[in-house]
């Protein structure tokens, strides 16, 4: 059982930054790839980005391309989503997610993934 703890939430006006991070307690995290999904209020969890268990590739919503950047750093079971020029529209609970896999995937499929962080709120202001 893997579990996750988002961390690095918060709220922010337009234009502004965030960097949520992901810890897994599981030190086998490198065996795992992880995505970063969001919700709002009233609407689905949605597909943000999601990066290999090595880090050698990475998917992105179109929404989020060009702002957005997700890393890893295996040494610390850590997973990091960089949030640059953040929109009111980003508003949302971010959650990342692990998958277990042998494989090189990125996958953009909540249901693909095994275990889910608690989420942390992420609110930017006009």
């Known amino acids: 059982q893997v579990q996750l703890v988002e961390s690095g939430g918060g709220a922010v006006q337009a234009g502004g930054s965030l960097k949520p991070s992901c810890t897994a307690s599981?030190?086998?995290?490198?065996?795992?790839?992880v995505g970063w999904f969001r919700q709002a209020p009233g609407k689905e969890r949605e597909f943000v980005a999601a990066i290999s268990w090595g880090g050698g590739r990475t998917n992105y919503a179109d929404s989020v391309k060009g702002r957005f950047t997700i890393s890893r750093d295996n040494t610390k079971n850590t997973a990091y989503l960089q949030m640059n020029s953040l929109k009111p529209e980003d508003t949302a609970v971010y959650y990342c997610a692990a998958q277990y896999t042998t494989l090189t995937v990125v996958d953009d499929t909540p249901r693909k993934y095994d275990y889910w962080g608690q989420g942390t709120q992420v609110t930017v202001s006009s």
């Open positions: 599981e030190r086998t995290f490198r065996n795992y790839a």
